[in-house]
């Protein structure tokens, strides 16, 4: 459960919006259902390898499955993250796991509106131990 993780939530910077969200009507039945472009792209710039990565909407309680599409994100890597067209949700967490730490090191963001974000850079300052988000 996303509530268990021990590590403590870090504070999203949040960046200029870098496109126009798609809205795309899907008829189902008599309703239209506006579905938001929610894609985005995950560079990492921490330092460190990432080794997995997790999204879900903000109201479940459980992360799924790591949706990063291979082993590894090293870093100065990035790796672009699709969703479901028919996806509705619009806020959104992520949890990153790191190559050879263990879960307490584990770090999670809670919150992203990816309906505005077409971009997600990932920092770490080893100095003061700080990992941050910095969206567009």
Do not use: Q
């Not at 504070?11 to 894609?39: M, Q, R, W, Y």
Request: hydrophobic share 40%; charged share 20%; proline share 2%.
């Amino acid at each position: 459960m996303k509530s268990l993780i021990l590590f403590a939530v870090i504070a999203v910077s949040l960046g200029a919006t870098a496109f126009t969200t798609i809205e795309n009507p899907i008829k189902n039945g008599n309703t239209t259902t506006i579905c938001h472009n929610l894609d985005f792209t995950l560079i990492n710039e921490t330092g460190y390898n990432i080794s997995s990565i997790f999204v879900s909407p903000t109201t479940e309680n459980e992360w799924g499955e790591d949706i990063m599409g291979r082993d590894l994100l090293n870093d100065g890597e990035s790796v672009d993250i699709s969703f479901h067209p028919g996806e509705n949700d619009k806020k959104w967490d992520i949890y990153v796991t790191w190559e050879g730490y263990e879960a307490d090191e584990d770090v999670h963001w809670i919150g992203f509106d990816l309906s505005t974000i077409s971009e997600i850079t990932l920092f770490y300052e080893a100095k003061t131990g700080k990992t941050w988000a910095v969206t567009k």
